[in-house]
């Protein structure tokens, strides 16, 4: 096995339990550049606050439970930017259907402690992420030598065995193919920045600081992110683990929120697109795209319809899958109001419920998903695909029903698709596998 030595685990341990050129710090704290005031009441997006009455959902159910074996073949040439033009996508199948499927895993890459991972365009290498600060790339299951960025003097991982600190979030800038990585610099704080990429190796002097966001802990510091066709950029962002959730309800700060900003091209920091929703609102941040989460870990651009999915990691008993529809925003997910569709504590709300939930007796923390566009399993086509830290995964068909799914593998950490449209699975322990046909 090829280890990649890291203190590992310490995300999973805590998981399971304007448009002008903008400052790149966002809080609420006096004397700052970006500091807002506290608004007196949380508002709607576009208009001032109204009552409502109290959300209720109910999340549709899983229609059946399955279970896959892990195939055990030689590792594999991983896919590369290059790869043809997939066919169109037929309709999502039928719940039903999905649970006839059996699924299996394949090794791509004997590798240990790797947290995160994701291609560039126009490149054949598969970059991957370590908590306490790595940046390797892969190609055809070789990891190669020299780092591609070592961020370890600067991120802080605090806490072993529970802190959820570190460097959390790679993407690429489809625009210029600028590496983006989410880290907790040395104060604590949840950075963004970029680097350019060239050979397989960032240049340290070209790095611009895009956004740094004070975080009150080391807990639920987020870390997903995703690009859009237009340059913007989606941030995970969790509420930080203080105050009982408290810091998601509160919008003069991005805690506990999905963020979007568009950052620039010609130096550091960012602008707020048009459309966001609080855009205007000088009594919200106006970086905040949608709401009340509590660690919104990983995010998925689906490709086709421009719809944001994100997981939303449960405090005690819930797990969510949650949707933004392409064209809308604004939204407020419930967190600390409700898990799940669960309610915790009072208070009046607009609520958009989860797509789908599920509880502790399959799972302890929600890792995030893509639409499935490969070739090799043609029975899961157009399905959304998610995963569990547990090794499991949720078939999401027509309508949004469910069929789970077992998995021979675990510490299941990153569920991806690559340039051929397969979908690969990242376990923190065990390394980098491509689901299949069991």
């Known amino acids: 096995m090829r280890t990649i030595t890291i203190l590992t685990a310490l995300i999973l341990v805590a998981a399971a339990c304007s448009a002008g050129a903008r400052s790149d710090r966002v809080d609420g704290s006096p004397g700052t550049t970006a500091a807002i005031s506290a608004p007196a009441s949380t508002p709607t997006p576009g208009s001032q606050p109204t009552a409502t009455s109290p959300a209720t959902s109910t999340p549709p159910q899983p229609v059946a439970t399955s279970t896959s074996t892990t195939t055990s073949t030689p590792p594999q040439p991983v896919a590369t930017s290059t790869s ?8 999502a199948p039928p719940a039903a259907e999905l649970a006839d499927l059996q699924l299996g895993v394949e090794l791509i890459a004997d590798v240990e402690g790797v947290d995160g991972m994701a291609w560039r365009p126009g490149d054949p290498g598969l970059y991957l992420i370590g908590q306490p600060g790595q940046v390797w790339r892969m190609v055809d299951g070789e990891v190669q ?4 960025l070592d961020l370890r003097d600067r991120t802080s991982v605090l806490g072993l065995g529970s802190s959820e600190t570190g460097l959390l979030g790679i993407v690429f800038d489809p625009r210029d193919g600028r590496m983006f990585l989410n880290f907790t610099d040395l104060d604590g704080d949840t950075t963004v920045s970029s680097w350019v990429v060239e050979g397989g190796v960032a240049d340290p002097g070209s790095e611009r600081e ?3 966001i004070d975080q009150p802990g080391p807990g639920h510091n987020g870390g997903g992110m995703q690009f859009d066709p237009e340059g913007n950029l989606y941030i995970g962002v969790g509420d930080g683990g203080a105050s009982n959730g408290a810091d998601a309800r509160d919008l003069t700060n991005p805690l506990g929120s999905i963020v979007r900003i568009r950052p620039l091209l010609d130096g550091p920091g960012y602008e707020i697109p048009p459309g966001n929703p609080f855009l205007g609102n000088d009594d919200v941040a106006e970086e905040i795209f949608a709401f009340g989460m509590r660690n919104p870990w990983r995010l998925y651009r689906d490709p086709d319809t421009g719809d944001l999915w994100f997981s939303d990691v449960g405090n005690s008993t819930t797990e969510e899958i949650d949707l933004i529809p392409a064209g809308t925003s604004g939204q407020d997910f419930g967190w600390n109001l409700f898990e799940g569709s669960r309610r915790i504590r009072r208070g009046e709300i607009d609520m958009t419920p989860a797509v789908f939930e599920y509880g502790r007796d399959y799972g302890v923390a929600a890792i995030g998903g893509v ?8 029975g899961l086509r157009g399905a959304m695909v998610f995963g569990d830290l547990l090794g499991r995964l949720i078939l999401l068909g027509d309508g949004y029903q469910a069929t789970l799914e077992r998995l021979d593998m675990g510490t299941l950490v990153s569920v991806v698709d690559g340039p051929d449209g397969e979908i690969y699975l990242l376990s923190i322990f065990e390394g980098v596998y491509r689901l299949v046909a069991g």
């Open 145 to 148: 030598d020299s780092l591609v």
């Open 371 to 378: 639409r499935y566009r490969g070739t090799d399993i043609p």
């Open 84 to 91: 043809t033009t997939l066919p169109p996508l037929p309709p």
């Open 210 to 212: 895009v956004i740094v």
